[in-house]
């Protein structure tokens, strides 16, 4: 399905106090917490695992978007599963049989996704595409919070939209990294309808509240 939904990512929250920055995010209206997993390998940066998305699920009845930025994420799928997970996606640049990987994220029950790093082409995703439930397009160089937007991304959500619409019309677009204010309209009319919000979000001067209403003030 297609409505925009606005996906806070918990990597620049709190973590002292994750239950409560969640709460507020679920409260601002957040439709959908994503979780960004990072192994050091993938990416050169580790963040957290199957533990935190089982406390994350404790707390929340918000849909859990666990981005798995992991090499070989198959060895783990049925974990984070097990963990409360929603929607698992993986890497095409991580996966050497993506549309297995696929089948066991479907097999486990849970929503796939598909990710294309920058600098990957869309074509990379045309055979999976009809097995999957999104494509998420990274906007950053993956690994961290508070980065630039990569402007030719409005072009390249464009293009995966058009290939969405030719294989997969129902399959979500969501787009990753450096969004605010200040581009979330373009990101929308580009095509995408599942925004990740991090820094935006979370490490602002306003409210989680105030944060998430401006985005979304801004989105229409
Ligand atoms: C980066 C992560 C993104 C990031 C978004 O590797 O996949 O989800 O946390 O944070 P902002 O919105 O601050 O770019
Ligand atoms: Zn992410």
């Given at each position: 399905?297609r409505?925009?939904?606005?996906?806070?990512?918990?990597?620049?929250?709190?973590?002292?106090?994750?239950?409560?920055?969640?709460?507020?995010?679920?409260?601002?209206?957040?439709?959908?917490?994503?979780?960004?997993?990072?192994?050091?390998?993938?990416?050169?940066?580790?963040?957290?695992?199957?533990?935190?998305?089982?406390?994350?699920?404790?707390?929340?009845?918000?849909?859990?978007?666990?981005?798995?930025?992991?090499?070989?994420?198959?060895?783990?799928?049925?974990?984070?599963?097990?963990?409360?997970?929603?929607?698992?996606?993986?890497?095409?640049?991580?996966?050497?049989?993506?549309?297995?990987?696929?089948?066991?994220?479907?097999?486990?029950?849970?929503?796939?996704?598909?990710?294309?790093?920058?600098?990957?082409?869309?074509?990379?995703?045309?055979?999976?595409?009809?097995?999957?439930?999104?494509i998420?397009v990274?906007?950053?160089?993956?690994?961290?919070?508070?980065?630039?937007?990569?402007?030719?991304?409005m072009n390249k959500l464009q293009r995966v939209r058009r290939l969405q619409e030719?294989?997969?019309?129902?399959?979500a677009l969501?787009v990753?990294?450096?969004?605010?204010?200040?581009?979330?309209?373009d990101v929308i009319r580009s095509g995408a309808n599942?925004?990740?919000?991090?820094?935006?979000?979370?490490?602002?001067?306003?409210?989680?509240?105030?944060?998430?209403?401006?985005?979304?003030?801004?989105?229409?």
């Open positions: 399905s409505p925009i939904q606005i996906a806070p990512s918990i990597l620049t929250a709190d973590f002292g106090h994750l239950a409560d920055q969640i709460r507020q995010a679920e409260e601002g209206g957040a439709d959908v917490i994503h979780l960004d997993v990072m192994d050091g390998i993938f990416v050169p940066n580790i963040s957290f695992g199957p533990l935190v998305v089982r406390a994350v699920r404790e707390v929340t009845r918000l849909p859990l978007d666990v981005h798995l930025m992991i090499q070989d994420p198959e060895r783990y799928l049925a974990a984070f599963a097990e963990a409360g997970a929603d929607n698992l996606t993986v890497h095409v640049e991580a996966c050497t049989h993506l549309h297995r990987t696929v089948q066991q994220i479907t097999e486990l029950g849970c929503r796939a996704g598909v990710a294309l790093n920058p600098a990957t082409s869309v074509e990379a995703v045309r055979e999976i595409l009809p097995f999957v439930d999104m998420l990274m906007s950053v160089n993956p690994g961290f919070g508070a980065q630039r937007f990569i402007e030719t991304s030719e294989l997969n019309p129902l399959c969501e990753d990294g450096g969004i605010g204010t200040h581009n979330i309209a599942v925004i990740v919000v991090g820094s935006s979000v979370f490490n602002q001067e306003g409210s989680i509240q105030e944060n998430l209403a401006a985005l979304r003030q801004a989105s229409r």
